[in-house]
């Protein structure tokens, strides 16, 4: 933690408190109200959390005003472009790019770890076909600590590190699963001669009845929407591993609460909410009639892929997304596809339009990563669980960052009470 630099004076009812602050290496400075209310009888009210820091990190940083992205301070353009999944997993992890060596003793230790246990195969069959998969992934990563308990106590650092390294390489091998086991296929087991992303391809799209080649151009851009999607500071799936967390949760639990959290419409649901938006829409000519429904204060309908809490001019994310779709819609042939016409032409639009330019609404990371999924042959279904184990190296690092903190305490927000002041009870003959 840095040392306080300046306070910051609170006044009312005539008292006068002075509260420390600490200043980033990037981003606004901090008012520490660790000991308000020991000293002043008051609460902070903020209910979203939007001018709250839950935390300090070192891990990513984000600048809503300007659109950047960092992990551990490289632009997310740079790492999608330069970059690859498992690397930025190692930078998350481990706070430095890897040399060569270090690279490949990561990647082979990822790689070692992809099978799960065999009787997790079992486990599946519990559910019925046509659960959705992000109800099997939370279900079968929250159970993870009944098969891998000898990496569940977080108190052990190395247990810790198994862990990570069991998560980060089993969640691909659990999404395709789900996906398989909802469609009725045979599960496909994970091919150590695979990279990360073509590797969770094959266990998606081959079947035991004939050979099956990845196509490099998509296995590339695989890797890619894995990476965008790695980590994001403290939003609501990371917040939640965190407070789960605190109470010294086992980390497959902990991960469990996490895509949970993410499988909110307003969170990483947002991506299949957002096809199944442009699905609805379906031609651009009624592109008009939604722009008017999303501004329509009395109309609870929202642009899906639109908005977002921090970004206020664009999202770095969405602008590298929206390449990888006309790169893989123009290899697949199918750039002419309607859903991304309407996509394009709803950008368009609702960008021209003064209503979202005010409200600072653009295209998030979920607006062009449906195009692209639903292009591969992903079904709407897959693309929060292909969130979720994307995001998982991110929920995975802020965990070790949170477990690591000796100045660690359990969360334990508190509230603004306006409900009943104390009264007695009535007995039922008397109300
Ligand atoms: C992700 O936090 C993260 O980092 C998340 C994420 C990550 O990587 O972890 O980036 C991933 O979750 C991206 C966001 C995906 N969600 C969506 O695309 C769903 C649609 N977007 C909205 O629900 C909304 O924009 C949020 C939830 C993303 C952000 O909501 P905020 O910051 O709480 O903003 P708000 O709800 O207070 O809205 C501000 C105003 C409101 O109007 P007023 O009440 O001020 O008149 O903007 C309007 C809203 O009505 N508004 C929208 C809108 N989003 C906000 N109006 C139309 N369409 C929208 N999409």
Not at 46 to 63: E, K, L, Q, R
Not at 315 to 324: C, L
Request: a negative charge; proline letters at 6%.
């Amino acid at each position: 933690m840095t040392e306080s630099t300046k306070n910051a004076t609170l006044s009312f009812d005539g008292k006068t408190f002075e509260l420390p602050m600490f200043s980033p290496t990037a981003g606004p400075d901090v008012i520490d109200i660790r000991k308000l209310y020991a000293q002043a009888d008051v609460f902070t009210y903020d209910p979203g959390f939007t001018s709250t820091a839950s935390c300090d990190s070192t891990i990513t940083f984000i600048d809503g005003a300007e659109g950047v992205l960092l992990h551990r301070g490289y632009p997310i353009d740079q790492l999608a472009e330069k970059s690859h999944f498992l690397e930025v997993c190692y930078l998350l992890l481990y706070g430095e790019l890897p040399t060569a060596a270090k690279l490949e003793d990561f990647e082979t230790r990822v790689t070692r770890h992809t099978m799960v246990h065999e009787q997790m195969h079992n486990f599946f069959r519990g559910f019925r076909r046509d659960a959705h998969p992000m109800a099997t992934m939370v279900g079968v990563v929250g159970a993870m600590s009944a098969f891998y308990a000898d990496s569940a106590d977080v108190s052990d650092p190395w247990q810790r590190e198994v862990a990570s390294i069991r998560l980060i390489a089993k969640l691909p091998t659990i999404a395709a699963m789900a996906y398989k086991y909802s469609i009725g296929q045979p599960f496909v087991y994970p091919r150590n001669d695979l990279d990360y992303a073509a590797n969770f391809l094959n266990m998606c799209f081959s079947v035991p009845a004939e050979k099956y080649e990845v196509n490099p151009i998509l296995a590339r851009a695989m890797d890619r929407i894995f990476t965008l999607h790695a980590d994001h500071e403290q939003n609501a799936s990371t917040s939640t591993v965190r407070l789960a967390s605190s109470s010294g949760a086992n980390p497959f639990a902990c991960i469990a609460a996490g895509i949970a959290c993410l499988w909110g419409p307003a969170h990483g649901g947002a991506n299949q909410a957002c096809l199944e938006m442009l699905r609805e829409i379906g031609t651009v000519d009624r592109i008009p009639e939604f722009i008017a429904r999303a501004k329509d204060k009395d109309d609870p309908f929202r642009l899906m892929g639109f908005g977002h809490r921090v970004y206020k001019n664009f999202d770095p994310r969405a602008k590298v997304m929206k390449q990888s779709a006309d790169e893989v819609l123009d290899l697949l042939g199918v750039e002419n596809n309607p859903t991304l016409q309407v996509a394009k032409e709803l950008e368009k639009q609702a960008l021209a339009d003064p209503y979202f330019a005010e409200k600072k609404l653009f295209p998030n990371v979920d607006f062009y990563s449906g195009i692209i999924l639903e292009a591969m042959g992903f079904p709407t279904s897959m693309f929060t669980p292909i969130f979720a184990l994307s995001r998982t190296i991110g929920w995975v690092s802020q965990w070790r960052e949170m477990i690591a903190d000796p100045q660690m305490k359990i969360g334990r927000p508190r509230q603004l009470y306006l409900g009943e002041t104390q009264r007695d009870y009535v007995n039922v003959e008397d109300r």
